[in-house]
């Protein structure tokens, strides 16, 4: 079993600053995400779009945004579960909480922090009908290891920045790759586009737009997409192929979480107060775009705000025979648990005999 302090459910960029202001406090962290890499869609959805209201950053691309999270919190070593979903939630006699994955790791902590965006996330699957038939036999909606399509024939489809990056991507990996849109136009990074329209000149990308995947074809294992041309129904082209990647983006869904007791407010998590973000379970708080309360605003940065206030009054409910003392970072530096040490430099100051 995996004991920390506090438990965060989803490793977007609310759930990773979490572990900063926890890291502050002296407790330790640990992540649970469904996803395979932190970052929650900042990283497995729109990692190059821009973003423009992160305070400091005039402009910050999503993927960045997460990387720098990422080394913000180095020094407190948190740890991660990932590619696994959080299942179900038991209070033991002590008062703590243990909560179980899909794949039944168990996690054992004082806080359960709640901070999975706008829930689990399942792909958002095109109305193929033999669809299921291939899955794990070809047919894939996220990529988690790129070597399994080495020397491989790929087909992705898709308009976004995910179906873009991934193409450029597996062009150095697979022995072919075909990207399919169903319109000309993508919703991608203009600098993705032009990164695969010279791939597509150089025979690197085949290209196909105005065209969509429509059936699948093959007996125990993927062997063939049948693509529809726009403009001509009867147009349909045989590509063999050894896998199928359709990436139309991630569906949110609260998932097994919905069934733990917490009171639910239009698929989000109502807490009772902006004192703390805390649930009606006590010791369980949702923070970020998956809590509800009145005023509440669908931000990053609303969701760092409310990571702060919620490690207050974790810390005081881990320790309630102590008070802490806050100081700004400037005045008490940054102790690590790797044993690192940030701090401003100290001004001397000589006296004037």
Same mark, same amino acid.
């Given at each position: =079993?995996?004991?920390?302090?506090?438990?965060?459910?989803?490793?977007?960029?609310?759930?990773?600053?979490?572990?900063?202001?926890?890291?502050?406090?002296?407790?330790?962290? @640990?992540?649970? $995400?469904?996803?395979?890499?932190?970052?929650?869609?900042?990283?497995?959805?729109?990692?190059?779009?821009?973003?423009?209201?992160?305070? *400091? %950053?005039?402009?910050?691309?999503?993927?960045?945004?997460? +990387?720098?999270? =990422?080394?913000?919190?180095?020094? %407190?070593?948190?740890?991660?579960?990932?590619?696994?979903?959080?299942?179900?939630?038991?209070?033991?006699?002590?008062?703590?909480?243990?909560?179980?994955?899909?794949?039944?790791?168990?996690?054992?902590?004082?806080?359960?922090?709640? !901070?999975?965006?706008? *829930?689990?996330?399942?792909?958002?699957?095109?109305?193929?009908?033999?669809?299921?038939? %291939?899955?794990?036999?070809?047919?894939?909606?996220?990529?988690?290891?790129?070597?399994?399509?080495?020397?491989?024939?790929?087909?992705?489809?898709?308009?976004?920045? /995910? !179906?873009?990056?991934?193409?450029?991507?597996?062009?150095?990996?697979?022995?072919?790759? &075909?990207?399919?849109?169903?319109?000309?136009?993508?919703?991608?990074?203009? $600098?993705?586009?032009?990164?695969?329209?010279?791939? &597509?000149?150089?025979?690197?990308?085949?290209?196909?737009? +105005?065209?969509?995947?429509?059936?699948?074809? *093959?007996?125990?294992?993927?062997e063939a997409v049948i693509i529809?041309?726009?403009?001509?129904?009867?147009?349909?082209?045989?590509?063999? #192929?050894? @896998?199928?990647?359709?990436?139309?983006?991630?569906?949110?869904?609260? *998932?097994?979480?919905?069934?733990?007791g917490l009171e639910i407010e239009k698929n989000?998590?109502?807490?009772?107060?902006?004192?703390?973000?805390?649930?009606?379970?006590?010791?369980?708080?949702?923070?970020?775009?998956?809590?509800?309360?009145?005023?509440?605003?669908?931000?990053?940065?609303?969701?760092?705000?409310?990571?702060?206030? =919620?490690?207050?009054?974790?810390?005081?409910?881990?320790?309630?025979?102590?008070?802490?003392? =806050?100081?700004?970072? #400037?005045?008490?530096?940054?102790?690590? %648990?790797?044993? /690192?040490?940030?701090?401003?430099?100290?001004?001397?100051?000589?006296?004037?005999?």
């Open positions: =079993m995996i004991k920390t302090d506090i438990i965060i459910i989803g490793a977007g960029p609310t759930g990773l600053f979490t572990v900063f202001e926890a890291g502050l406090l002296k407790l330790k962290c @640990h992540l649970i $995400d469904a996803l395979p890499i932190p970052g929650g869609q900042c990283a497995e959805i729109y990692p190059k779009k821009p973003i423009y209201d992160i305070p *400091g %950053f005039p402009e910050v691309l999503a993927g960045d945004l997460v +990387d720098n999270l =990422m080394e913000q919190i180095k020094p %407190f070593s948190p740890g991660f579960t990932l590619g696994d979903r959080a299942e179900t939630l038991d209070k033991l006699e002590d008062g703590t909480f243990v909560v179980t994955t899909s794949r039944g790791v168990k996690h054992n902590a004082p806080v359960v922090v709640i !901070a999975g965006g706008l *829930g689990s996330f399942e792909p958002r699957k095109p109305p193929i009908p033999t669809i299921s038939n %291939f899955e794990d036999k070809g047919v894939s909606y996220i990529i988690r290891d790129p070597e399994v399509y080495r020397d491989k024939s790929v087909v992705i489809a898709g308009g976004g920045d /995910s !179906a873009l990056d991934w193409s450029i991507f597996l062009s150095n990996i697979a022995k072919e790759v &075909s990207l399919v849109h169903r319109r000309r136009d993508f919703r991608g990074a203009l $600098d993705s586009v032009e990164k695969v329209e010279e791939l &597509s000149k150089i025979g690197k990308i085949n290209l196909i737009t +105005d065209a969509e995947v429509v059936d699948l074809k *093959g007996e125990d294992q993927l529809r041309h726009k403009g001509n129904a009867a147009e349909e082209e045989v590509k063999p #192929t050894d @896998h199928f990647i359709p990436l139309f983006g991630l569906s949110p869904k609260l *998932g097994p979480i919905g069934d733990w989000a998590i109502k807490v009772d107060n902006t004192y703390d973000y805390q649930t009606n379970i006590p010791g369980v708080y949702a923070i970020g775009d998956v809590n509800t309360y009145p005023g509440k605003l669908k931000l990053i940065l609303c969701g760092f705000h409310e990571a702060a206030i =919620m490690c207050q009054s974790a810390y005081q409910r881990i320790n309630p025979d102590k008070k802490y003392v =806050m100081k700004y970072t #400037t005045v008490s530096g940054i102790s690590g %648990f790797d044993g /690192s040490k940030k701090e401003a430099k100290r001004e001397v100051v000589k006296s004037i005999n």
